[in-house]
């Protein structure tokens, strides 16, 4: 029987059941049952998840159209996966308003292919954020920061974070939001490589490291792109979490 129903396999049973045997386990279908444990939920906003966790941090994420949609959607579901709160915004929209993501690819070119991606939904508003309530700042690649940089109110938010000296996460043109706010004088930092004169224009020394390598330098974790191992946890850890994911092996989900 290729694939018998709950009930057929009932009946296949030639033998009771041994204690601690769920009543399947006899027919080879299941693994003698283990006892039960009470499970909760993890919720990042529980503040039950929080106190458990005791690493929980309130963290900006300043992102805009056509960002890149793995390094906007991954440093975002981590964070709130391992208990962070994580506050996603773009100038000019609010909660619940979304962005439109790029997928920039490796396939062979002398530069990134680009495709378009997700809508990407904001849970905050950028209006009603103050950069001095969060712990720590993400900033993906891609398109947004080239035109993010042209906002004011973002380059008060980028300044605050570094003097502050608090933890700031910049991925592949995320160095362009960087240049912009002139917080890169006398920094190392990573980026597309295509960015590299920005970062040196703003008196900043570039990190020509390999794609799939972060660099950290003070409160600033940088790297050049997507492939790299999640710079954007290391706001909320001092490693980064998981492997990363080599560059011929990325999944376009559309």
Request: aromatic letters at 6%.
């Amino acid at each position: 029987i290729a694939h018998p129903s709950r009930n057929t396999r009932v009946r296949m049973m030639t033998k009771a059941p041994a204690e601690g045997q769920s009543t399947f386990a006899v027919t080879g279908y299941h693994q003698p049952a283990a006892p039960r444990r009470h499970t909760r939920r993890v919720v990042p906003d529980d503040p039950h998840t929080q106190m458990e966790t005791g690493m929980a941090k309130k963290i900006l994420m300043i992102c805009g159209d056509f960002c890149e949609d793995y390094e906007t959607m991954v440093p975002f579901q981590a964070l709130l996966a391992i208990g962070h709160t994580v506050h996603a915004v773009c100038p000019d929209k609010k909660a619940g308003d979304s962005i439109a993501t790029a997928i920039h690819d490796f396939e062979g070119n002398q530069t990134y292919t680009e495709k378009r991606g997700h809508n990407f939904t904001l849970n905050a508003t950028f209006a009603d954020i103050r950069a001095e309530d969060y712990d720590a700042l993400v900033i993906p690649g891609g398109r947004g920061p080239e035109y993010l940089r042209l906002y004011p109110a973002v380059i008060a938010a980028v300044q605050h974070f570094f003097s502050a000296g608090k933890p700031v996460a910049a991925v592949c043109h995320g160095a362009q939001l960087l240049a912009g706010a002139r917080v890169l004088e006398g920094r190392t930092c990573s980026a597309y490589p295509a960015c590299q004169a920005e970062v040196e224009l703003a008196g900043g020394t570039y990190a020509n490291i390999p794609v799939d390598q972060a660099i950290t330098d003070g409160n600033l974790v940088s790297a050049p792109a997507w492939p790299a191992p999640r710079p954007g946890l290391r706001c909320g850890t001092t490693a980064p979490v998981g492997p990363s994911r080599p560059p011929t092996a990325r999944a376009r989900c559309r």
